[in-house]
């Protein structure tokens, strides 16, 4: 029987053509889906779509390998992050590292992280849903570009924003969901949020449980692609 790594013990510690302008529709989305990784990087930080861009300090693209094996998809952007701009810092980024180096990824080598929004909502509200439909392009074309083995959304919000709207994490963990992307279908699992799991620790047995059925999930597509 396997055991459950350390971090599962610990609690809570004390351009004018850009595609990141202001055009919006067929033409942003045309533009978005041709754009190199680099572009893709410059027009989110140039991104005037929505009201969020008056409220940001910067936009947070994501981090991490251009070819990763694991995609991580979280909600959008904290304080931190917008002062950073790195996704998943503080103490719900370190969880999440202990939790990626767990199952052998690192950030910097081998997994990408990144959010549904590319800025953070005043008060870490809630996003809203025209700015998920405002950064939706950016982030399927973030995802054709890296092209990850899996995808692992975390929380509630990136699981409704990418796979259902009406799901519940309760009803989307444990399962094997699939986003379509560039003729790519592309394995998904839902576990929870590292923030929620510093609230609630008591759930991180279960998030460990989603982390071995990825990387099962995971192991089973390298088998059959080779």
Not at 20 to 38: E, H, M, Q, V
Not at 153 to 169: E, F, H, K, N, Y
Request: charged share 25%; aromatic share 4%; with cysteine.
């Amino acid at each position: 029987m396997e055991i459950g790594p350390l971090w599962l013990l610990r609690e809570r510690a004390t351009v004018a053509d850009s595609p990141g302008d202001t055009a919006s529709g067929d033409a942003r989305d045309a533009l978005i889906a041709r754009a190199s990784f680099d572009e893709l990087a410059h027009a989110v930080s140039q991104c005037r779509v929505c009201r969020l861009a008056d409220t940001r300090t910067q936009t947070v693209f994501g981090v991490g390998a251009r070819r990763p094996e694991w995609l991580i998809i979280g909600e959008a952007p904290g304080a931190e992050e917008d002062a950073r701009g790195e996704p998943f810092v503080g103490l719900a980024g370190k969880l999440l590292d202990a939790m990626l180096v767990a199952v052998g990824l690192r950030r910097d080598e081998n997994a990408f992280i990144a959010n549904v929004l590319k800025c953070r909502p005043p008060g870490n509200r809630d996003p809203s849903n025209d700015e998920v439909a405002a950064c939706r392009p950016f982030l399927m074309r973030q995802i054709a570009l890296l092209e990850p083995r899996v995808i692992l959304v975390v929380g509630r919000i990136a699981t409704q924003a990418l796979l259902d709207p009406d799901a519940s994490l309760a009803r989307a963990r444990g399962k094997i969901h699939h986003l379509d992307v560039d003729g790519r279908s592309i394995p998904a699992i839902v576990t929870y949020h590292p923030a929620y799991l510093l609230r609630t620790p008591q759930d991180k047995a279960k998030a460990w449980s989603d982390l071995c059925f990825a990387r099962r999930v995971h192991r089973d597509r390298m088998a059959t692609s080779d």
